[in-house]
């Protein structure tokens, strides 16, 4: 009997032992990882969607304002690259492209998304900011692009372009990218700009096309590209808030004056120059640049800056070199005051430069 009881006893503790384990899985797989694995890859699911789906919505948003530009001399095709139309009024359209695009160029023509080809004027062009005024016939016009705030970018921030790579035959190709940099400075032969870095694809003939954001708004025009065996994925957007700056000027045919300080100058960090010019700075200066000659008369004479003095600032813009100078001196108009950061004898000091001169 009491053996009875004993078994009895052990095969009701393996069942409640069995049932407490199978309570256990039962709760673990309801409130822990496994469930937590299953919504975080419903998350996942979700999240690309909508990235996805924002992508189309932006491209929906600019792609028919995107054309491609033709340019001819003497009735021969001497360059391709892209365009996009930003502005409308009653009469005519307006296009934002390159000025390499359409350089020397006599006639230009522009291909629709629709494949119709239209005449195009030509109402500025400007070398050192590398942009481009055109306008068609309003009716022509299926949609416009929206202008955004280059000023309002992140690193890492979804990208797209929209042009016309190795010509009208790949019209309307679109490429995926992120912002790789910001306030790059590139300097060419004739143009020195702040430039935003992507690695979204470009290639020739997409110069002038938009750069766009998320929201499906343009943030710059594409421009060029690093292209070298060595390197990928490098190519570069004029931000579209210095064209703006620029383009009421362009859309008027009124040439774009720039002043001028009257001044020579070299960079600090260039030792053989500074030997050349036979001058000493202190070893701690390693950027900004010397003035190594005034015309006088000039800005810079009249506001009292010297030979020999080392300027590293116009307001709070740094200056680290020529290029810098340059690019945030072209951003001020005759008549501005600039106040100007220089080392001179070892000491920083400040004073207020009036720019008096045109180039």
Same mark, same amino acid.
């Given at each position: 009997m009491n053996n009875r009881r004993q078994i009895f006893k052990?095969?009701?503790?393996?069942?409640?032992?069995?049932?407490?384990?199978?309570?256990?899985?039962?709760?673990?797989?309801?409130?822990?990882?496994?469930?937590?694995?299953?919504?975080?890859?419903?998350?996942?699911?979700?999240?690309?969607?909508?990235?996805?789906?924002?992508?189309?919505?932006?491209?929906?948003?600019?792609?028919?304002?995107?054309?491609?530009?033709?340019?001819?001399?003497?009735?021969?095709?001497?360059?391709?690259?892209?365009?996009?139309?930003?502005?409308?009024?009653?009469?005519?359209?307006?296009?934002?492209?390159?000025?390499?695009?359409?350089?020397?160029?006599?006639?230009?023509? @522009?291909?629709?998304?629709?494949?119709?080809?239209? *005449?195009?004027?030509?109402l500025g062009s400007d070398e050192y900011t590398d942009i481009a005024v055109l306008s068609l016939d309003k009716e022509k016009i299926t949609k416009v692009a929206t202008l955004g705030n280059s000023d309002d970018i992140n690193l890492g921030s979804t990208v797209i372009t929209v042009g016309s790579p190795m010509g009208s035959d790949y019209s309307g190709s679109i490429t995926r990218g992120i912002i790789s940099g910001k306030d790059r400075m590139i300097?060419?032969?004739?143009?020195?700009?702040?430039?935003?870095?992507?690695?979204?694809?470009?290639?020739?003939g997409n110069s002038g096309g938009p750069l766009v954001n998320l929201a499906g708004e343009v943030i710059g025009i594409t421009s060029m590209k690093l292209a070298t065996e060595e390197i990928e994925g490098m190519g570069f957007a004029i931000p579209i808030n210095d064209?703006?700056?620029?383009?009421?000027?362009?859309?008027?045919?009124?040439?774009?004056?720039?002043?001028?300080?009257?001044?020579? @100058?070299?960079?600090?960090?260039?030792?053989?120059?500074?030997?050349?010019?036979q001058i000493n700075i202190d070893s701690n200066i390693t950027s900004g640049v010397v003035i190594t000659d005034l015309v006088s008369g000039k800005s810079a004479d009249k506001a009292g800056l010297k030979v020999r003095d080392v300027i590293t600032k116009f307001d709070n813009n740094e200056i680290k070199n020529i290029s810098s100078l340059r690019y945030?001196?072209?951003?001020?108009?005759?008549? *501005?005051?600039?106040?100007?950061?220089?080392?001179?004898?070892?000491?920083?000091q400040t004073l207020d430069m009036k720019l008096i001169d045109n180039d």
């Amino acid at each position: 009997m009491n053996n009875r009881r004993q078994i009895f006893k052990y095969f009701i503790f393996y069942l409640v032992t069995i049932f407490s384990s199978i309570l256990a899985v039962i709760i673990y797989l309801k409130y822990f990882p496994v469930s937590s694995k299953v919504i975080t890859e419903e998350k996942t699911i979700n999240e690309t969607k909508l990235s996805e789906t924002a992508i189309e919505e932006a491209i929906e948003k600019v792609y028919d304002s995107v054309v491609t530009v033709e340019s001819y001399r003497s009735n021969q095709n001497i360059g391709s690259g892209s365009g996009f139309i930003y502005k409308s009024d009653k009469d005519r359209g307006y296009i934002l492209t390159n000025h390499h695009v359409i350089e020397n160029a006599d006639k230009v023509q @522009v291909i629709l998304t629709n494949n119709e080809v239209v *005449d195009a004027k030509i109402l500025g062009s400007d070398e050192y900011t590398d942009i481009a005024v055109l306008s068609l016939d309003k009716e022509k016009i299926t949609k416009v692009a929206t202008l955004g705030n280059s000023d309002d970018i992140n690193l890492g921030s979804t990208v797209i372009t929209v042009g016309s790579p190795m010509g009208s035959d790949y019209s309307g190709s679109i490429t995926r990218g992120i912002i790789s940099g910001k306030d790059r400075m590139i300097e060419t032969d004739s143009i020195i700009a702040k430039v935003i870095q992507t690695d979204a694809a470009i290639n020739p003939g997409n110069s002038g096309g938009p750069l766009v954001n998320l929201a499906g708004e343009v943030i710059g025009i594409t421009s060029m590209k690093l292209a070298t065996e060595e390197i990928e994925g490098m190519g570069f957007a004029i931000p579209i808030n210095d064209v703006k700056k620029y383009v009421e000027y362009l859309e008027n045919g009124k040439e774009i004056e720039r002043p001028s300080i009257g001044i020579s @100058v070299i960079n600090a960090s260039d030792k053989y120059s500074l030997f050349r010019y036979q001058i000493n700075i202190d070893s701690n200066i390693t950027s900004g640049v010397v003035i190594t000659d005034l015309v006088s008369g000039k800005s810079a004479d009249k506001a009292g800056l010297k030979v020999r003095d080392v300027i590293t600032k116009f307001d709070n813009n740094e200056i680290k070199n020529i290029s810098s100078l340059r690019y945030y001196l072209y951003q001020y108009k005759t008549g *501005d005051s600039i106040k100007v950061t220089y080392i001179r004898d070892g000491k920083t000091q400040t004073l207020d430069m009036k720019l008096i001169d045109n180039d």
